[in-house]
């Protein structure tokens, strides 16, 4: 019977003649047979509804692409029609806004070129239930014209409508959290407990904890955070996430440029965009770290403007890190670095000696290891540009004097990290020399020259040509006229009472070496 609907309305639909006027019947040229949708029984409109939603697929796929189609569109699940509207109906709100900002008019112009009678499509929010009394009476399907998507087929005959397919769609944040656990890729060890605070990061600090406290605060979002290689973003980003998920009914999802990256291409070779999207822009903070990583990244920097718009829109946090402030990011396009740019930008800067040496001692108490301050003074010296390498240094000198039951000395600080001490060698000079060797000893540079002899100079003075001698290879001749033209011989006499002083003297001894290894770094 059904076969024999189909048959006479493909003769109709080939044959008809123009319709006298948009509701009107679709009839033969012999008007012996008219057809109404308006009149039709279930089965035969539901004929009728498939066989033109299959058409308008295939145009779709044909317009708008593959890909786009997959993503965007083949979740639709056709509904009912009453008078000349038209229901389509989507799984998520997400994706019912998506599809009706970007495609309600294209979907419009194709039912209407298709069936005159249908003059508007409406974009509903999954299938209601057929017994459903919540169910709008404008939009109501009963089991018999309730339609399923081409894509699910074989379900279109089930007695019950199809939800499963459905993203549950609640403002419960434990819910959230729940379906969500993002909070848990955050490093516990990372806190603004043991966060060293100094000049160079102080006003990253203190903007951190504001958002830390007052989370999508005006002028605070989005935070981006820039500096160089190892000087604490990652550790400021993960102790504002610990922060927030600790206060409980907060969803925070972290993750670095790459992975954001490398989950968005998986969404796609998955047919799962929808999904990654609905993940994304359900959390009440998105941190992304090390964005530069996205440069030359075309789509998947416009899956993220996309992602940050929709949460700035709905005043959702983000925080942003990278190595280089949003208007020095020339590989981002414009409207992204904008965008970056209009919240609070702070920087970090490279650590000072201080900073450091209190990085160093503050890592050495929280392992319970005492250790020289002349070692933390070499190893402050040392690594200067890079936080995580010097807390890598200080965790191998542990690390082997825990093994081997060694004290940490300069000596074995030397041989443990010669590695890192080779990667830092550099030409030194007779100035630096001179300057370090003043600045240690609290004396004037230019007392190097001079001519005075008191004590608290010409040891100075004796310990900068010893060491001229050790670490450069200029001649005793022109160390000496460095030193305000003295003979070779007085270099000869500096170099062998300073070489007796160290033999005699251990804590002299130590001195002389913290300097050799401070001007070698």
């Known amino acids: 019977m059904k076969q024999c609907i189909l048959y006479t309305y493909h003769s109709l639909f080939n044959l008809r003649a123009e319709p006298q006027s948009p509701m009107s019947d679709f009839t033969e040229e012999s008007n012996e047979f008219t057809l109404s949708l308006k009149d ?48 389509l109906y989507l799984p998520t709100r997400f994706l019912r806004d998506w599809v009706r900002s970007q495609y309600n008019s294209k979907l419009n112009q194709l039912w209407n070129s298709e069936l005159s009678q249908i003059r508007r499509v409406e974009l509903a929010l999954t299938i209601p239930s057929a017994n459903s009394e919540d169910s709008p009476t404008k939009t109501e399907v009963t089991q018999e014209n309730h339609i399923a998507s081409p894509s699910n087929r074989t379900n279109k005959d089930s007695t019950q409508p199809i939800q499963e397919r459905s993203v549950p769609i609640t403002d419960n944040k434990e819910d959230e959290g729940s379906k969500l656990p993002l909070q848990t890729q955050l490093d516990p060890r990372f806190t603004f407990d043991n966060f060293i605070v100094g000049k160079p990061n102080e006003f990253a600090y203190a903007c951190s904890r504001r958002v830390a406290e007052r ?30 998920a600790q206060a409980g009914n907060i969803s925070v999802s972290y993750m670095s440029a790459e992975k954001f990256m490398y989950r968005f291409i998986a969404s796609i070779r998955s047919q799962s965009t929808i999904e990654f999207k609905e993940e994304l822009r359900s959390v009440d903070v998105l941190m ?95 690594i200067t540009t890079n936080v995580r390498e010097l807390e890598g240094a200080l965790n191998r000198l542990i690390a082997h004097a825990n093994l081997f039951g060694r004290p940490i000395t300069l000596e074995a600080t030397q041989e443990v990290l010669h590695d890192i001490l080779k990667s830092h060698e550099r030409r030194v000079t007779i100035e630096e020399i001179q300057r370090k060797v003043s600045e240690h000893c609290n004396i004037r540079q230019t007392d190097m020259t001079s001519a005075r002899r008191a004590r608290a100079v010409a040891r100075p003075r004796q310990i900068a040509m010893y060491l001229a001698k050790q670490l450069t290879s200029r001649s005793l001749p022109e160390i000496g006229r460095k030193f305000g033209n003295r003979d070779h011989t007085t270099v000869m006499h500096a170099i062998s009472r300073i070489s007796e002083l160290i033999e005699k003297d251990s804590a002299f001894a130590e001195d002389v070496e913290l300097l050799r290894r401070m001007l070698e770094s």
């Open 40 to 87: 039709a029984d279930p089965e035969t409109l539901k004929s009728i509804l498939e066989i033109h939603w299959d058409r308008i697929c295939s145009r779709l796929k044909i317009e708008v692409g593959e890909v786009e189609y997959r993503t965007w569109l083949q979740q639709i699940t056709l509904g009912g029609i009453e008078e000349d509207e038209l229901t």
């Open 215 to 244: 989370p999508s605060s005006p002028g605070f979002n989005p935070l981006f955070l820039y500096g160089g290689v190892g000087l604490g973003k990652t550790h400021l980003m993960h102790a504002i996430g610990f922060e927030l």
């Open 288 to 382: 992304i770290d090390d964005l530069q990583f996205l440069i030359g990244k075309d789509n998947t920097q416009e899956e993220f403007f996309h992602t940050f718009n929709a949460l700035i829109d709905a005043g959702r946090q983000i925080i942003v890190s990278a190595d280089k402030s949003p208007s020095d990011l020339s590989g981002l396009e414009d409207r992204l670095r904008t965008r970056l740019g209009c919240g609070m930008v702070a920087d970090i800067h490279a650590t000072t000696y201080e900073l450091r040496i209190s990085i160093l001692e503050a890592k050495a108490a929280s392992a319970k290891v005492v250790i020289s301050p002349k070692v933390l003074e070499f190893l402050a010296h040392k």
